[in-house]
């Protein structure tokens, strides 16, 4: 079974331009989060999909940055315009349904993104 | 709010055994998490506390205390490929039970 995907692995842009990261979950996770790891940082929490809906993204630092889920199945994360402080590792997670007393995240590579 | 506290570096030798600990201060309390990312890798789940005690995994175990704000890893009989970053992690059912990271212990096994 194919686990959490992300693309790109790694992706160089400049300042102002625009960066589409793309998640795959594993399949039948109704719960997909964006993560971010900027230098030095510790991992922070984005926003999470149940499904297709956006059950919370009290994370998401600005509104340079959108999530959609259409169709419940993959996420996109595109940062519109970028900015050199969004440089870092954007990580995505999935879960099986109702996360509960489970306690399992599947995590991605991560998509790493760097602004110049 | 939230705080997690670990250290940044550890280092142990091969066949050893080592704690890497854990406190934390946030409301709505609802679980710990330990997971191990290896560089340029995904984070992988280790465990999961939510009671207070002692949860066994092979080499790894993980304790907890709720009253204390505590936690720690503990690995035994080191093995190089253990060489890693081993995140503290504390899910929150006033957060969307979403996981709010540590910085991470970077841990060192030598021969």
């Known amino acids: 079974e194919a686990g959490v995907t992300q693309f790109p692995s790694h992706s160089v842009i400049e300042k102002g331009q625009t960066v589409t990261l793309r998640c795959d979950p594993i399949s039948g996770h109704d719960n997909l989060y964006w993560y971010r790891r900027v230098m030095g940082k510790e991992i922070k929490f984005l926003l999470h999909?149940?499904?297709?809906?956006?059950?919370?993204e009290s994370g998401m630092p600005n509104n340079r940055f959108l999530a959609e889920r259409t169709g419940g199945t993959y996420s996109t994360l595109k940062v519109q315009p970028a900015e050199l402080e969004d440089s870092g590792v954007y990580f995505c997670?999935?879960?099986?349904?109702?996360?509960?007393?489970?306690?399992?995240?599947?995590f991605g590579e991560g998509s790493r993104l760097t602004v110049l | 709010g939230q705080n997690i506290d670990q250290p940044t570096e550890m280092t142990a030798t091969e066949g050893a055994i080592v704690q890497i600990n854990c406190t934390y201060q946030t409301s709505g309390f609802n679980g710990l998490f330990w997971y191990q990312q290896h560089a340029g890798e995904a984070p992988t789940f280790l465990s999961y506390?939510?009671?207070?005690g002692l949860e066994e995994k092979g080499r790894f175990s993980s304790f907890l205390s709720r009253s204390k704000g505590y936690s720690y890893l503990l690995l035994k009989e080191l093995q190089m490929k253990d060489s890693a970053s081993y995140l503290c992690?504390?899910?929150?059912?006033?957060?969307?039970?979403?996981?709010?990271f540590g910085k991470g212990t970077s841990l060192l096994v030598t021969p």
């Open positions: 506390n939510v009671l207070d």
């Open positions: 999909f149940v499904k297709e809906s956006k059950q919370d």
């Open positions: 997670a999935s879960s099986q349904e109702d996360r509960g007393d489970d306690g399992e995240l599947f």
């Open positions: 992690a504390v899910m929150r059912w006033d957060s969307g039970y979403a996981l709010n």
